[in-house]
């Protein structure tokens, strides 16, 4: 029995040797697996941080072409809200009315006999009828007739818009 008894001893140290060891290799295994783990994440954490930053620089570019088209786009509402206003404006037609000089006579001029008539030959209408001079859309009336050109006109003195009005209104008088 004595040898039954000094393999059953042996038999439980080696159990107990066993189960040192694999709880030994157990713990070997969880550090080595802990280090494998936080290499892992350290890589997955720098991949996410570089695609993060890919992502803003991109979002960043947009945002920059975005605000220079939204520029370029507010230019161009200012310039047709200009054109607009210039089309709505109405055509002026500048007529230039030359005045006549008058004569001013002081009192004591005008008191003497021979005074008076002058003044009043020269106040009285004249007995004589003489030919109106045409006013100037007259004369451009006259003028278009002769068929002069439009430079020949702007160099007269005639304003633009004033030869495309009398032009409409010479066109429609002879429809009519």
Known sequence: MPSFLISLVIFGFSVYLFVITLRRIKQLEDGALDARLKKEMESLIVEFNAAATRNISMLEAKIEELQKLLQRANQKIIQLDEKIDRAQRPIVVEKI????????????????????????????????????????????????????????????????????????????EIKS
Do not use: C, D
């Open 97 to 172: 009315v030359e005045k006549k000089p008058e004569k001013v006579f002081s009192q004591e001029a005008v008191s003497s006999p021979q005074a008076k008539t002058l003044v009043e030959e020269h106040i009285s209408p004249p007995k004589e009828k003489k030919e109106a001079p045409l006013s100037r859309e007259e004369q451009l009336k006259k003028w278009l007739r002769e068929g002069k050109t439009r430079e020949e006109l702007l160099a007269m003195g005639f304003f633009e818009n004033e030869i495309n009005l009398v032009e409409f209104l010479y066109k429609n």
